[in-house]
């Protein structure tokens, strides 16, 4: 848990920049943080909804309202974070292979197509580092060692 959390801290540090490369750990560990946050909402939601049924409804309609209008804030929260904290480090992920950001976006609409997408985008992200340098610059095993030390 220790090392998820150094992963998440470090990944904030870089905010939302799609410029350098990102190793598998720091995609890892902030994918399945994220995924447990947006896990943790849904979950919250769907106590909440269960709850309120077991309190007891006279108007079953108010808590099918409510459970949408939380649903839908829930699911806008998935989005959020999807799009402001795993977006950028997905690109940077794929930078770490050589492969330019816009392979992503081709990615997700692979997915949305045929479904071939994410596996494709599973697959580069699963692929170890381009050795050395490349056009979006050096490899992260050795930057991130230096900002672990320091902190």
């Not at 560990?29 to 077991?54: D, E, G, H, K, M």
């Amino acid at each position: 848990m220790n090392e998820m959390m150094e992963w998440v801290r470090y990944s904030n540090s870089i905010g939302f920049s799609f410029e350098g490369r990102a190793r598998r750990r720091e995609y890892w560990w902030n994918t399945l943080y994220w995924q447990l946050i947006i896990c943790a909402i849904s979950f919250a939601v769907q106590a909440l909804f269960l709850a309120l049924r077991l309190v007891g409804a006279e108007d079953s309609s108010v808590y099918a309202i409510l459970y949408s209008v939380l649903s839908c804030v829930a699911s806008i929260a998935g989005f959020v974070i999807s799009i402001w904290k795993l977006l950028p480090i997905t690109v940077r992920r794929f930078h770490d292979r050589g492969l330019s950001g816009w392979i992503y976006l081709a990615c997700v609409v692979g997915s949305c197509c045929c479904g071939i997408g994410s596996i494709v985008g599973l697959v580069l992200c699963c692929l170890d580092s381009q050795p050395g340098t490349n056009q979006y610059g050096p490899n992260p095993k050795e930057a991130v060692i230096n900002f672990f030390k320091l902190a």
